[in-house]
């Protein structure tokens, strides 16, 4: 799992009131103005966008393809609903990007992440990355699959 630096992250937001942004790469959207822009949006562009936990991802499903980046947030570490959002993107709609975590997102919370399918994390400002580096070395195996690997499995039967 990949730790985003936010002073180093080559994804950049556009003004939360800036409704149809201007055409560029490596832009991360909100639902709102994704669904202003898709239309007419370059296939092929790096697109990222920004999905509230309260969101049912069924609703970005067949924009899976497109999508380079999918950001999902915890506003709040004790409410796990990103978890499941990052399942079934990963199982269910076959999101093959970069899957992130953003908000209250604390170290102990590192190695659920990365069994969820999330690829990276932008840890919340007072926790440690040496910390986090460790955190994911705790557990060596698993006795269940992650949904990598359940990925993996499902398309190997379906072969």
Known sequence: MR??????DRWHAPA???AAPAVRGHLLLTLEQWSAVRAHWPVGLPTGIVVPNTADVATIAHDVPRLALVVLQFPKWTDGRAYSQARLLRTR???TGELRAAGDVLVDMLPLLSRTGFDAARLRDDQDAGAAAAALGFFAAHYQADARAAM???RLEAA
């Open 16 to 18: 939360a009131e800036e």
């Open 152 to 154: 993996t499995l499902e």
């Open 3 to 8: 730790l985003v630096d936010p002073h180093h």
């Open 93 to 95: 709609h076959r999101f």
